[in-house]
């Protein structure tokens, strides 16, 4: 069985700063990575995923994570945050036999003026 | 119009009520979703559907029922609502392309109270 472990639950941080949310995964097999947003009062959103080949992925709203599979982590960056990234961000992995989903505990980054 | 749909939205009931929640998609995926939400647990899943025929529980079945009308309706019942059901709940569809790295796209939630 995967696990997904969230390291924060709660990331402050003032606009235009960096921000990086941090995601360690566990799994006895291969897996795809993914990051996915909710905005408050609505569902989730895909924001970017990892399948194979550059470990570098891009995602939409200039958020970009990467894989590193010696540490088992998938981190999500953006290099300068705006008000309107103020969410709950939740990581999750699914194995190449299926495609379930087992999500982390979310990251809320709350970003300030 | 939204892609997918849940209603209702907000619901509040009593222990022991019995309870359905809807979900509706108009994007022709063939694989819908339950999951519940509770905070700092992200999401669990509690059954999926592959196909109408294909019916599949997820980590946490227990207490909750499915059925699949429809490919598009994917419906979630609470058999007696007790307060720890009280949660969160979202549908989600993905299309089915053998990659096993489908995308899911998620409705709106809905919030349900067990009093």
């Known amino acids: 069985a995967q696990s997904v472990t969230q390291l924060d639950s709660q990331v402050p941080v003032f606009e235009e700063a960096p921000v990086e949310l941090r995601c360690n995964y566990s799994s006895s097999v291969s897996v795809y990575l993914f990051w996915y947003v909710q905005y408050p009062n609505q569902g989730l959103q895909l924001l970017l995923k990892?399948?194979?080949?550059?470990?570098l992925v891009k995602g939409i709203n200039g958020f970009e994570a990467e894989f590193n599979k010696s540490q088992t982590s998938f981190h999500l960056r953006k290099p300068s945050v705006h008000i309107s990234d103020t969410a709950e961000y939740f990581c999750a992995v699914s194995v190449y036999a299926g495609n379930m989903l087992t999500f982390g505990g979310g990251t809320r980054l709350m970003v300030k003026p | 119009d939204a892609d997918v749909t849940q209603t209702p939205r907000n619901r509040i009931t009593k222990t022991g009520k019995r309870i359905m929640l809807e979900c509706s998609q108009t994007?022709?995926?063939?694989?819908m979703y339950w999951y519940r939400q509770d905070p700092g647990l992200g999401l669990q899943l509690i059954y999926y559907s592959f196909d109408v025929k294909d019916i599949n529980k997820g980590e946490i079945s227990d207490g909750y029922s499915v059925s699949r009308q429809a490919q598009a309706k994917f419906s979630l019942s609470l058999e007696s609502a007790i307060p720890n059901q009280t949660a969160l709940y979202f549908c989600?569809?993905?299309?089915?392309?053998?990659?096993?790295?489908?995308?899911?796209?998620f409705g709106p939630g809905t919030r349900l109270t067990v009093l």
């Open positions: 990892y399948l194979s080949g550059s470990t």
């Open positions: 994007k022709g995926h063939d694989r």
């Open positions: 989600a569809t993905s299309e089915t392309t053998g990659l096993g790295a489908d995308t899911q796209y």
